[in-house]
C-alpha cells in the first residue's frame, strides 16, 4: 500500500501547494475562524451555562434555584477566565509579529472578558453566601 503524502512539510510546516498553486486550510474551518477542541469546548460551556442560569431562574421553584445559578454563574466565570487567558497569549503573539492594532484590540477584549469573569465569580460567591445564610 502506498503511504499517503504528509499534510504538512515537517521541514517547513506549511501546507502542501494544491495543483493549482493555491495552498489548502487545515482542520474545520467555521467561516474564517478555525474549530479547534478548545473553542469548541468553551462554546460549549458558554451556551450550557447560560441554558443553565436561564432554566434554573425559569423553570425551578424551589430551595435548589439559588445553588443552580451559583453554579451556573460560576461555570461561565470559568469560561470567561479562558477567554481572557486566550486573549492574553494572542495579545502576545500579534505583539511579537509586530500587529499593533491587533494587539490593543485583543487587549481590550481580554481586560473585558477578565472584568466579565470577576463579576461572574463575585456574583456566584454572594449566591453561595446568600444560600448559606438561608440554610443556617
Same mark, same amino acid.
Given at each position: ?67 443552580? +445559578? ?14 481572557? +487567558? ?51
Amino acid at each position: 500500500m502506498a503511504s499517503r503524502p504528509p499534510r504538512i512539510d515537517t521541514q517547513s510546516h506549511v501546507v502542501p501547494r494544491r495543483a493549482d498553486g493555491s495552498r489548502g486550510r487545515l482542520g474545520p474551518h467555521l467561516g474564517p475562524l478555525r474549530i479547534t477542541p478548545a473553542r469548541l469546548a468553551l462554546a460549549v460551556a458558554f451556551v450550557g451555562s447560560l441554558a443553565y442560569i436561564a432554566y434554573a431562574i425559569l423553570r425551578v421553584e424551589d430551595s435548589a434555584q439559588l445553588a443552580m +445559578v451559583a453554579t451556573g454563574t460560576g461555570v461561565l466565570g470559568i469560561v470567561f477566565t479562558a477567554l481572557s +487567558v486566550g486573549g492574553a497569549i494572542a495579545m502576545w503573539r500579534a505583539w511579537q509579529d509586530g500587529r499593533q492594532g491587533r494587539t490593543v484590540l485583543l487587549a481590550v477584549a481580554g481586560g473585558i472578558a477578565g472584568m466579565i469573569a470577576i463579576g461572574c465569580f463575585a456574583g456566584a460567591a454572594i449566591f453561595a453566601l446568600v444560600l448559606g445564610g438561608l440554610q443556617g
